[in-house]
């Protein structure tokens, strides 16, 4: 459904010329999550604005349904972008007025008369489950509150695609929750396609059918999330991966763990679905003359299913924990030895 080729972004600066967005190139299915993840500066609003024209690319090509949207202006472009919603972090709401009144803002600027207006902003606010608050104004809403109220307005013209900059990073983690759980409601009922930029890898892991990871203006990598979480390809990944599988702790416990067991193995295991650790586990100390330790583990859920990872340390003579560590391998565990001696 979206086709982005090539495309590139140089900003001429005083000093010399930025490339924000460095020949970027991906597809995305009609109806899918899609997320881009990315520290401070990657180039990630760079390149979602460049979805509905905020930004032109410097060189590329991007198709919307089939519509070259690069290079268009005037009409041609304000017609294309009420096919493309977008929300931001810090809302952008209109102060002076009410819920009813924004959600109704971009439906005015369309000419959609007001007969109609009325029924389609009650549906939105229905949508969205802000009934009873239409007459707030956003100053006495919520965090969560206004990015419902973005979430509607950016709906009001029914749009193919809704671009999310960071929508709920400005929230506290259980209304950034209620929030990603709106959008994928949405995406149910409404069959919308989703492209949402973030530096969280949990809002990539709770909603996203597929992530791409962007670097300095590049895709670094590109893949259906659980298959990221399960073969991570670069260190910018690894790092990404880490913020929802690995607790704060973990080093501490390793480095202690290390001082205390000089001569262990600390390995890092990673299961997809329904392994059964446990049952590994047991079945590894029985068959090998080694000692399990276990440190940490935790289950994180994503679309397409479970990833789990756990970290143990193995104990014993060097030929048995290499023996233990194919035998890890062989029964479908993703082992990655994090540290030893
Ligand atoms: N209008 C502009 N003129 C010059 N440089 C710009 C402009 N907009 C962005 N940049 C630069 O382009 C690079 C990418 O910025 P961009 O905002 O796209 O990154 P980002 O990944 O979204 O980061 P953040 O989350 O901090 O916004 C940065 O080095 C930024 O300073």
């Known amino acids: ?22 020949h970027v190139n991906f597809t995305i299915d ?25 930004e032109t690319p410097t060189e590329g090509s991007l198709t919307i349904a089939d519509k070259d949207i690069t290079n268009i202006r005037g009409k041609e472009l304000r ?51 802000l009934e009873g608050r239409e007459d707030a104004y ?15 307005r950016a709906l009001a013209n029914n749009p193919k695609v809704l671009l ?27 069959g919308l396609t989703i492209i949402l930029i973030t530096h969280e890898m949990h809002v990539i892991r709770k909603i996203c059918h597929r992530v791409a990871v962007m670097d300095s203006g590049k895709i670094v990598e590109i893949a259906p999330v659980l298959d990221i979480f399960r073969h991570p390809k670069e260190e910018i990944t690894k790092r990404f991966i880490g913020q929802v599988t690995e607790p704060e702790e973990t080093k501490e416990t390793i480095d202690h763990l290390l001082e205390k067991y000089p001569d262990g193995k600390i390995a890092k295991l990673s299961f997809i679905g329904d392994v059964a650790e446990q049952a590994i586990i047991t079945r590894l100390i029985r068959e090998l003359p080694v000692t399990v330790n276990i440190l940490q583990g935790k289950v994180s859920q994503t679309r397409n299913g479970a990833y789990g990872t756990l970290f143990i340390h193995i104990e014993g003579n060097p030929s048995d924990i290499e023996a233990a560590i194919d035998f890890l391998n062989k029964n479908q565990v993703g082992v990655e030895v994090v540290q030893n001696d």
């Open 164 to 190: 999310c900059d960071e929508a709920t990073s400005a929230l506290d983690p259980q209304t950034t929750d209620a929030i990603l759980d709106l959008l994928v409601d949405i995406n149910r009922k409404l």
């Open 1 to 22: 459904m979206i086709n982005v080729q090539n495309i590139t972004k140089v900003f001429t600066t005083k000093s010399e010329p930025l490339t924000a967005v460095n």
């Open 138 to 152: 956003p100053s006495q809403l919520s965090g969560g509150q206004k990015q419902r109220v973005g979430i509607a």
């Open 30 to 54: 009609e109806g899918e999550i899609f997320g881009i993840i990315g520290y401070s500066g990657a180039g990630k609003s760079t390149l979602i604005r460049m979805f509905n024209g905020l």
């Open 79 to 129: 017609l294309a972008r009420r096919e493309i919603g977008m929300i931001f972090q810090h809302f952008n709401l209109l102060w002076s007025r009410t819920v009813r009144g924004n959600i109704s803002f971009p439906l005015e600027i369309a000419g959609v008369p007001k007969a109609l207006r009325g029924k389609r902003v009650e549906n939105l606010i229905k949508l969205v489950g």
